[in-house]
């Protein structure tokens, strides 16, 4: 339940005044689209399935998002170091792969800018998370306290970071991969994900225009044309 004080961040999310004197450790972060429909299924396609292709339409629509970013990022940084959210290795074992590098590696491939330099051997996962479904926000915080870490803080020091990752629910997660590349010597840090689930923010009328979805620009309505378009995509195709 939101406080009748709350009022929308540079994001568009709807905070109490409580929650806006926490800075978050990121400068800002940005969505292709909500987490439902064609999306949501795309993703479970890739995550749960195995349809690695999918990776490939995913990051057609990062790469969306990402473009998005690029008048935020220093124009004096040689690289912007683009950090996927890292699996625990036992999951990704059990998985095969990492969703979000999947998904990162292919939007660079779309978006070809020399000045995104795509690390996976930066952050890492320390130790295995419960699942965040159900917990609360101090429960969520608590999981995710001390589950990643920095291999060498040198190639952090003075960088600006793009944080990749396929779904973006609370935050939670990013927002603990954030801290610990600021604590390593990162100048900023932007998040970019394929999707964000809305339902778990504010059901006002203005909450599309939020977290980097204006109402011109989101999922429903960019769906209708270009080349990240799920009616494009044949999901009978892509499954195993």
């Not at 990776?55 to 004096?76: C, H, P, T, W």
């Not at 795509?118 to 969520?140: A, C, N, P, V, Y």
């Not at 990752?165 to 604590?183: F, H, M, Q």
Request: net charge positive; with cysteine.
């Amino acid at each position: 339940m939101l406080s009748s004080y709350a009022e929308p961040d540079d994001d568009g999310l709807r905070r109490c005044p409580v929650c806006r004197r926490i800075d978050r450790p990121f400068s800002r972060a940005v969505a292709y689209g909500s987490y439902d429909g064609g999306l949501r299924e795309l993703i479970h396609l890739l995550k749960y399935n195995g349809v690695r292709p999918a990776a490939n339409v995913l990051g057609r629509m990062l790469a969306e998002s990402i473009a998005g970013l690029k008048e935020s990022f220093a124009q004096d940084q040689d690289k912007v170091l683009v950090i996927p959210v890292p699996l625990y290795k036992g999951k990704r074992h059990q998985r095969g792969f990492n969703q979000a590098e999947r998904i990162a590696s292919a939007a660079l491939r779309v978006l070809a800018q020399p000045e995104l330099q795509l690390r996976t051997d930066i952050l890492e996962r320390t130790r295995d998370t419960h699942s965040q479904i159900g917990l609360t926000s101090h429960q969520r915080r608590e999981n995710m306290r001390g589950a990643f870490a920095i291999s060498s803080a040198v190639q952090v020091t003075g960088r600006e970071v793009l944080i990749v990752d396929d779904v973006y629910t609370t935050g939670t997660t990013v927002s603990e991969c954030a801290k610990v590349l600021r604590r390593a010597g990162a100048a900023r840090v932007w998040v970019a994900t394929v999707a964000r689930t809305l339902k778990m923010a504010s059901k006002h009328a203005n909450e599309e225009a939020g977290f980097g979805l204006p109402k011109s620009r989101g999922f429903e309505e960019k769906s209708e044309e270009g080349e990240a378009s799920l009616e494009s995509v044949d999901f009978q195709t892509l499954r195993p």
